[in-house]
């Protein structure tokens, strides 16, 4: 493997991509800023709104739900307890947060899902949005080449082709065993009759309003007729209502085809948008083969390329893994540096090597092996901080060649899925599509829309991820399963853009390494770095102040922000029961029988 390997530059190159990444360090940071403190104000929020980081875990014995929403788990525990199986529940649940949960669960984006049956066969969905055929490589450049940042984050040209529906579809003709309709039956009853608002949802479409009757003029059920919305008041959504019906009745054509295609064609042309029904139709969600990876005897089945979260996941864990984590103990210094040591190279290498693998060759047997990953640790340091500049991506010898959610379902046969799905950041572009009532999502900002320039989540990519018609844009979700001794053990998965990979990284060690309970692990306060910015993002109270003292005197620079994840996952405890984590920085909640 080391031939493989040359992490060693020729000098001439070593200046030259040193001083290119220090170019890259100051704009993706100065943007990567100013976006922070939006997310930061968004978190206020969370901070005020969510106490509660003494919840305990719950169990049970026939299946759990675990999601963002109250009213989504409840339509998930249901349909289990009617006899539906896991992939019945996680359709019925999708859905339902397309409804109860507009800022990310959705009908107008894309995802991906693990599952792995009672009997251990495993499968992973990719139902990412896609480019749009019009899509250019440069379409968010000005004349300068200059980026327009907000044309690939709000409004009609931020919104790739959804696959969502597809992705339904697919998996229910494959692994499902109730009847289609009856599975999204109580998504349009949601949309017809309301839900009541939580305190959190209202906070949000109130700060929201200005941006909704911007990219709405026609209006939207998400605008209150008169004044501000208040907690409990009911959300009705008559024209999403329709849309379901039409899903409940037609399945993919009831999206891709006719009056809802129609719809999105109008909203398109209305406001600039390149989605065409020759898009719509040609959509297609990919099956694709799970990356398996190993971390102290558990075996863990987490989703490949067009996500790079996987990949990233268990370079983490590899990286790690040699180290007496559970002897320094949960967020010592020690435990800290490597793990942030261990991030920061990983993130290097995703912003180099990772991208849609129909339209790049992902090196992705090389990024898994141990000894590389175990190689790219060699040099940290133990008195200094490894600056970010120091670090870029492995290379490899060429052969020829922040808003998403997620929620975890167990049945009582023992059947998993693990799914994160999203319309990228909170409420998606802010179009719903006038007279289908859904929201579109701004995911062309996952794309690398110049190389070396940070998108809203900071991170920056190249040729792997630039924008070609059809393609995919790269994620960072990471919906996973583990295995143990050939038994299923955990699901698991997190929004959070940038951070979804260190989150689901964190609460697998908060329970292997560090022995938490499903939701302490999930309660466990966050820190996370991603290479560039060159700064550990940290929730208060993450760490104790002397440990943090002694990180800063190494040259760790500390960057304060409240709400790193929303983890949503159930352990399967020694008993055989299933043990929840609903993460307390949102509604999320757990439920089962
Ligand atoms: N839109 C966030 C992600 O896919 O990583």
Redesign the pocket.
């Known amino acids: 493997m080391q031939k493989t390997i040359s992490q060693k530059l020729s000098n001439k190159f070593k200046v030259k991509t040193l001083f290119a990444a220090a170019l890259i360090l100051n704009f993706g940071y100065a943007n990567a800023q100013v976006e922070k403190e939006k997310d930061v104000k968004a978190f206020e929020f969370l901070s005020k709104a969510n106490k509660g980081f003494d919840r305990k875990a719950q169990e049970f014995k026939n299946g759990a739900v675990v999601s963002a929403h109250p009213e989504a788990t409840a339509v998930g525990v249901e349909i289990l307890k009617k006899g539906g199986n896991a992939v019945d529940a996680t359709v019925a649940v999708k859905f339902a947060l397309a409804v109860v949960y507009p800022n990310a669960g959705n009908i107008g984006g894309g995802g991906f899902l693990i599952y792995r049956s009672a009997k251990g066969d495993i499968a992973s969905m990719d139902f ?1 949005e896609k480019a749009p055929a019009l899509a250019s490589k440069d379409m968010y450049l000005d004349v300068n080449g200059d980026p327009i940042s907000e044309k690939s984050k709000e409004g009609h040209l931020a919104a790739g082709v959804p696959g969502t529906v597809s992705g339904m579809v697919e998996l229910h003709k494959k692994y499902g065993k109730l009847k289609w309709a009856e599975l999204v039956e109580p998504a349009y009853q949601l949309a017809l009759k309301g839900f009541k608002l939580t305190k959190q949802q209202v906070n949000e479409l109130n700060r929201l309003k200005s941006k909704f009757e911007q990219f709405n003029p026609l209006g939207t059920a998400l605008i209150k007729a008169e004044g501000k919305w208040e907690e409990g008041d009911l959300l009705v959504q008559t024209e999403l209502a329709n849309t379901m019906r039409l899903i409940r009745d037609k399945g993919r054509a009831g999206f891709y085809e006719g009056e809802v295609a129609n719809y999105i064609a109008e909203e398109m042309k209305r406001g600039g948008g390149l989605i065409s029904k020759e898009d719509l139709k040609n959509y297609h969600a990919a099956w694709r083969k799970p990356i398996v990876g190993n971390y102290k005897g558990y075996k863990v089945i987490t989703m490949p390329p067009t ?3 996987g990949i990233a996941l268990v370079q983490m864990l590899q990286s790690v893994s040699t180290y007496p984590l559970s002897k320094w103990g949960f967020n010592a210094d020690s435990t800290v540096q490597v793990m942030v040591e261990a991030e920061r190279r990983v993130y290097a290498d995703r912003a180099k090597h990772l991208g849609d693998p129909d339209f790049w060759k992902v090196p992705q047997k090389e990024l898994l092996e141990p000894a590389y990953n175990h190689s790219r640790m060699a040099n940290l340091n133990w008195d200094k901080a490894t600056p970010s500049t120091e670090i870029q991506a492995g290379e490899f010898v060429k052969k020829e060649s ?1 808003e ?1 959610t997620h929620f975890s379902i167990v049945d009582n046969a023992g059947n998993a899925v693990s799914l994160t799905t ?1 319309i ?2 909170s409420y998606g572009n802010y179009v719903v599509v006038k007279g289908a009532g859904f929201l579109l999502n701004n ?1 062309m ?2 794309f690398s829309v110049k190389p070396g320039v940070a998108n809203y ?1 900071g991170l920056i990519g190249y040729e792997a991820n630039a924008i070609a018609p059809n393609k995919r ?5 990471t919906p996973t399963i583990l295995e143990k001794d050939g038994k299923l053990s955990m699901v698991v998965g997190t929004p959070g ?2 951070t ?1 990979m260190t989150s689901v990284f964190q609460t697998i060690l908060n329970v292997v390494d560090f022995g938490m309970d499903m939701q302490e692990a999930v309660n466990a306060k966050k820190f996370h770095h991603q290479w560039l910015p060159d700064r550990v993002d940290i929730e208060p109270d993450a760490l104790k102040p002397e440990v943090q003292q002694k990180l800063e005197a190494k040259g760790y620079v500390f960057y304060k922000r409240n709400g790193i994840g929303r983890v949503d996952a159930i352990l399967v405890t020694k008993k055989g029961t299933y043990q929840t984590g609903a993460d307390p920085r949102g509604d999320d909640t757990a439920g089962g029988w």
Do not use: A, K, P, Y
């Open positions: 990412r996500s790079s979260g922040e998403t999203t990228n950041t995911e900002d996952d989540f844009m790269l994620s960072s979700m853009g940038s979804i």
